[in-house]
């Protein structure tokens, strides 16, 4: 009798862990946070401003990124998404065989918003990786500086980015996330001369921290 007890515990005890933890997986894949913020650090490789004859180039350096993005949750996979970053270097002219010459500093101001969209994965882990894709609109301002010439420019901008949430716990993941921002800078603006700049695919690199609220 009494090893009919037990056995009768022992398999309630384990149906009633086995609940529980489905339990709390369920719970944390359920969560969706209403507001999140994401400040991070990366680099980014800028596109040509312009292309002249013979192989001419202009362009910006390479140089690091800083910046911060908030979201707010509009339903349980997509999200309202606001960003603004900054980054600077050197504006390089390149000539062929000769490389790239230094003749100044830029420094640019990325604004942007636009929406999220969170793929599923069917994970069943602990530790669920979340990629997402986003799409939004703004504006780059550029800033050069350089000896005799001091100039400013905005243009309106197209951003496409691709990236993923690792999650480190409830409420908190590391964010990973490449971005395109695809703009032409306005040299009417800068310089006064009707020149057609080129396209630029501007590509930032960056890892953060996201903290949901």
């Known amino acids: 009798m009494s090893t009919r007890i037990v056995a009768r515990v022992a398999a309630l005890s384990a149906l009633v862990t086995v609940a529980s933890t489905s339990l709390a997986q369920k719970a944390y894949y359920d969560y969706r946070p209403i507001f999140h ?65 230094s003749v100044g500093n830029s420094s640019m101001m990325l604004y942007d918003a636009g929406l999220q969209l969170d793929l ?41 980015g691709l990236g993923a949430d690792l999650s480190l716990g409830r409420g908190v993941a590391v964010r990973l996330l490449a971005k395109d921002y695809v703009g032409k800078f306005d040299f009417k603006e800068a310089t006064s001369f009707d020149i057609s700049g080129q396209t630029a695919h501007n590509l930032a690199f960056s890892a953060g921290l996201r903290v949901d609220f």
């Open 120 to 160: 599923p994965t069917g994970s069943t882990g602990t530790v669920p990786f979340v990629p997402f894709v986003q799409a939004g609109v703004g504006a780059i301002h550029y800033t050069i500086d350089e000896s005799i010439l001091q100039t400013s420019a905005t243009n309106a901008a197209v951003n496409f």
């Open 37 to 101: 913020l994401t400040p991070y650090a990366g680099y980014m490789v800028s596109g040509d401003y312009l292309k002249g004859p013979l192989g001419t180039s202009i362009t910006n350096a390479p140089g690091p990124l800083y910046g911060a993005q908030v979201g707010v949750a509009l339903a349980p996979n997509i999200s309202l998404i606001g960003n603004a970053a900054y980054t600077s270097g050197d504006v390089r002219v390149g000539v062929p065989f000769l490389g790239g010459l």
